[in-house]
T-cell receptor
Framework: SQTIHQWPATLVQPVGSPLSLECTVEGTSNPNLYWYRQAAGRGLQLLFYSIGIDQISSEVPQNLSASRPQDRQFILSSKKLLLSDSGFYLC?????????FGPGTRLLVL | GDSVTQMEGPVTLSEEAFLTINCTYT??????LFWYVQYPGEGLQLLLKATKADDKGSNKGFEATYRKETTSFHLEKGSVQVSDSAVYFCALILASGSRLTFGEGTQLTVNP
């Protein structure tokens, strides 16, 4: 079975600072990869998904971007964070039709 | 478009009570259905799934049956424990799709 790693686990950043969150997957090859954001007490919002290296779809307009430099690495970035970027960021990977999630990164923008 | 509707929370139960969390869906094709659980401060874990009509998914005492006629996938447990306190998400994916569609989640609190 696959294992999904995310880091950092927790991050506190000032408004306007850059962001880089990393996700790596073990135990599978050529997975679909996903970034979700979860605001406090709310459901999941799909931000990006990728079906292969350099193949990334954006679901919502925002100041975030995603990159997939390697088959099992997915990076979420921002050049300038906003207060509204605070939340719990989850990376997910598919095994056939089932999605598996990483432990998440809690981001607080002050 | 495809959608998942869950019963609104929060749901508060006493230990050993019977649990039902309703989930209905709308899909243009024949989806596979999932329940995920999120414990406080953690990511989502797959709880159970069903891939075709009348399939029953089960895990850790939880069950859900894929009902095509009522487009439902209700989650049940006969006797909840305090450790079951979490947020539960219902989700679907189409056979030809690459993205899950999630419900909004239902917060469950079980008191001793």
């Amino acid at each position: 079975s696959q294992t999904i790693h995310q880091w950092p686990a927790t991050l506190v950043q000032p408004v306007g600072s850059p962001l880089s969150l990393e996700c790596t997957v073990e135990g599978t090859s050529n997975p679909n990869l996903y970034w979700y954001r979860q605001a406090a007490g709310r459901g999941l919002q799909l931000l990006f998904y990728s079906i292969g290296i350099d193949q990334i779809s954006s679901e919502v307009p925002q100041n975030l971007s995603a990159s997939r430099p390697q088959d099992r690495q997915f990076i979420l970035s921002s050049k300038k964070l906003l207060l509204s970027d605070s939340g719990f960021y989850l990376c997910a990977s598919t095994d056939q039709e089932t999605q598996y999630f990483g432990p998440g990164t809690r981001l607080l923008v002050l | 478009g495809d959608s998942v509707t869950q019963m609104e929370g929060p749901v508060t139960l006493s230990e050993e009570a019977f649990l039902t969390i309703n989930c209905t869906y709308t899909a243009t094709g024949y989806p596979s259905l999932f329940w995920y659980v999120q414990y406080p401060g953690e990511g989502l874990q797959l709880l159970l799934k069903a891939t075709k009509a009348d399939d029953k998914g089960s895990n850790k005492g939880f069950e859900a049956t894929y009902r095509k006629e009522t487009t439902s996938f209700h989650l049940e447990k006969g006797s909840v424990q305090v450790s079951d306190s979490a947020v539960y998400f219902c989700a679907l994916i189409l056979a030809s799709g690459s993205r899950l569609t999630f419900g909004e989640g239902t917060q469950l609190t079980v008191n001793p």
